[in-house]
């Protein structure tokens, strides 16, 4: 007891000891009304943290102390950390279950996994197995009454005692997740924490609740953690689905808070718009835990809904993943305070801790659910991945095949979103041609459709267009290969064509063909190669680049160059040949470009000297302006691009800071956003701009081009009004306000994926070797092209290729340009670097940095 209480004594000196004004609340508000007793070693939030839950908004470090005290008490906890995110905050989950139980828990893991292995799974012995309860708290940084939630459940399961926990804990293995999004939850706890007042402030105009953007919803590129779980691009994703993997619970819970109603919600959700591969026993069951939820919160007097609002479509968020693997995903969305007590539309006061224990209850009757229901729980999941198999044999397209020797990065991160989710990827046995395609045995990679996870596997490959609804929570569509500008096809027969399984992608260096004191020349098809390009001009290194296919005769043999290739004269450098070439041998191989020497300038249809046909490139010195109007999300995405998988300085800029000597730093401004530019701002970006300033611009930011007048971007005329638009009437006042907010939600796009034709000869399209490619909409804005050379990428008559889009508007977007280029500016309609994981439009968006117009 010394040692308990020493470890105590211990992180409260740390400073978690810091006390708030009092509320008249302790731990029992929080807790099940049921009878029960509490160990007294285990130390209640209140003794830990020196005051009660809902009085401070903790942080991620009291949040992650409380959690190590309690492991370290209680023989009930083991602590995992499964990663890091990108601010060094560990990504902890607690295992909880029986002592007997962690004895043998990796027993118990082993057994539970054969559920998904439909060779392996007759043999369990389901009516002995112990249920695996997933636990995930705010994804979102600053819907946080879930993870204090996780504190409330964790100190419940760690002290309760009594018949019913014992059950809990001999028949379960509960996997808490405290927070899902550490560094967002952080920042919103130190904002609302400065900026509360001790008397009640119930204003929603007050600044505790009006956290300014981008706000803590977000990791730290300001993205959207719960749109990464099928794209797995983030850490935080990457260790979270690593870990989901290593057990494959069997309920899945995912707390939130929302703005959107004023009463608490839970899953199912909308029928119509659950997608059609997640099986209809999952919706039933669904609805069997619901009544578990409902009769804890008909306890404390809490009105919800469950039938409207939200769905069960989009793989990439938490509640919806595990759907299609044989488990079950619940959502949660608790009205949102935003701080501690805000009045809200409805004129009601939400609490910080009304919602806390909103969030708390429903996690006991989670895990009540689980283990009351438990043996039908697990024989629906071994019974969903045996009707898998029949499935998938009945499938048309029995596997794809992937792969090209011009894009192996690609290729390779396509393998990597694979490889997380445990899709098993074979190499392609022989050399085949599938209509206009080839694919090399050697570069080339094949998915048979057959396999245990062949409902997710489905759900990223196939293109749909047939849907139940035309409403969509999130997202239509979001096909992996399609985001990729994968060059790849459908298989109806994999018959001879699958070789060894490939375990771990094999790196294919790039290759520098030797030393030339004369020049050195390579293509820019592999992604990489603008990294290798931002090696060489940051080493000082000037760089010419090709505007037209060029051949020529290299050690005797004629070698073949595209669009966009680079030219390295070492002649007149500040290098010398020999600097020149260990730049080259430092960074080639890692970018897996092929660099040729060359003694010549003589070419066999255009001379290396040509001053007409290789123009001087310069180096990107680019800021995204960010404040007022930004889009964060977007312009994460693009920061992200940069820094992460290119590693090339972006500045962000605050609008405040713009002035002709701070702009005088950058040759290129990034514009994401309809900003609420002054004149003053406004006027400094036009004068740099006519100075020779390069601009990017993305989305609504067409509005700001033309309010600044750097261009002039012309609307489409409407070929017609959308159906849907029609079908609201004109005098709404008999219709119910839900009912007319639903009837506008279908007059808009919801994320639909399109196929632009590319003029693979524009700079937007250098290195990208195919003549199509697809981008991603969700935009209801339709342009019109100023010249018939002015749009690089125009959408195709008939463009749609996977999502749900109205006639009327397929119509209005038929042929419309998608890239809109002008003297020192682009224009991109659509999101170039949507969720962090669209390759094909990523390129085209890199290429408008390193070879503007």
Known sequence: MSIQKSILNLLFLLGFGIQAHAQNIDISYFLPQEKFTCRPEIPTPQQFFGFELGEQHLNYDQVTAYMQALVQLSPRMALDVAGYTYQRRPLIFVKVTSPDNHKKLEQIRTEHLKLSKPTLSGACNTLDMPVVVWLGYSVHGNETSAVHASVVAAYFLAAAEGPEIDEILKNSVILIHPALNPDGMNRFATWVNANRSFTRVTDPNSREFREPLPSSRTNHYWFDLNRDWLPVQMPESQARMAYYYQWRPTVVNDYHEHLASPNFYFSPGVLKQTHNLIPPANRDLTMQIAQYHAKELDKIGTIYYTKEDYDSFYPGKGSCLPNFHGAIGILYEQPSPRGFFQERADGLVRSFTSAIRNQAYCSYSAIRAAIAMRTQLLNYTRDSYKEVQQIAKSDPIQGYVFGSPQTRH???????????????????????????????????????????????????????????????????????????????????????????????????????????????????????????????????????????????????????????????????????????????????????????????????????????????????????????????????????????????????????????????????????????????????????????????????????????????????????????????????????????????????????????????????????????????????????????????????????????????????????????????????????????YWFGTMRLFLNALFFPL
């Open 410 to 836: 690609i290729d390779h991160e396509f393998f990597k979103i694979l490889e997380q989710h445990q899709i098993e990827v074979y190499q392609l046995n022989k050399s085949i041609k599938i209509k206009d395609r080839s694919f090399e045995k050697e570069y080339a990679f094949v998915v048979p459709s057959l396999q245990d996870d062949y409902r997710l596997l489905k759900v990223m490959m196939e293109k749909k267009t047939d849907y139940m609804d035309s409403m969509f929570y999130d997202v239509s569509s979001w096909t992996l290969p399609l985001a990729f500008n994968l060059h790849y096809a459908e298989l109806n027969n994999i018959d001879g064509l699958i070789g060894a399984r490939i375990h771990h992608f094999a790196e294919v260096n790039g290759l520098l063909e030797g030393k030339s004191d004369y020049a050195y020349v390579f293509d820019v098809h592999e992604f990489l190669s603008l990294k290798l390009i931002h090696r060489l001009q940051e080493a000082g290194i000037r760089l010419k680049t090709a505007t037209k296919p060029f051949r020529l005769i290299i050690n005797g043999t004629e070698q073949q160059f595209d669009y966009g290739a680079i030219l390295l004269p070492v002649a007149g450098q500040f290098c010398t040949s020999d600097e020149i070439f260990e730049v080259l041998q430092r960074w080639v191989p890692e970018t897996k470009v092929t660099v040729y020497p060359v003694c010549s300038s003589f070419g066999v249809d255009m001379d290396l000297g040509s001053n007409r046909n290789f123009l001087n490139m310069k180096q990107p010195k680019a800021a995204i302006i960010y404040g007022a109007g930004a889009n964060y999300n977007g312009a994460g995405s693009i920061w992200h691009l940069l820094d992460q998988r290119l590693q090339i300085p972006l500045t962000l800029l605050e609008n405040s800071r713009i002035s002709p000597s701070v702009l005088a730093r950058y040759n290129t401004i990034v514009l994401y956003g309809n900003y609420d530019f002054s004149k003053e701002e406004s006027d400094h970006i036009k004068a740099w701009h006519e100075a020779g300033g390069n601009i990017i611009a993305i989305g609504e930011s067409w509005e700001t081009v033309n309010k600044i007048g750097l261009a002039t971007i012309q609307l489409k005329e409407a070929a017609s009004k959308p159906a849907e638009q029609n079908s609201v009437p004109k005098d709404p006042v008999y219709l119910p306000y839900s009912d007319i907010q639903f009837l506008v939600a279908r007059s808009k796009i919801p994320g639909v994926i399109l196929e632009s034709r590319l003029d693979r000869s524009s700079p937007i399209g250098y290195g990208v070797t195919s003549s199509t490619v697809p981008s991603f909409r969700t935009s209801t804005s339709f342009f019109r092209a100023a010249t018939p050379y002015s749009s690089p990428v125009s959408y195709l008559s008939a463009p749609l290729m996977s999502g749900c889009i109205s006639d009327a508007h397929l119509k209005q977007i038929s042929g419309s340009p998608a890239v809109l280029t002008f003297p020192r500016l682009v224009y991109f309609a659509d999101d170039p670097a949507q969720w962090a």
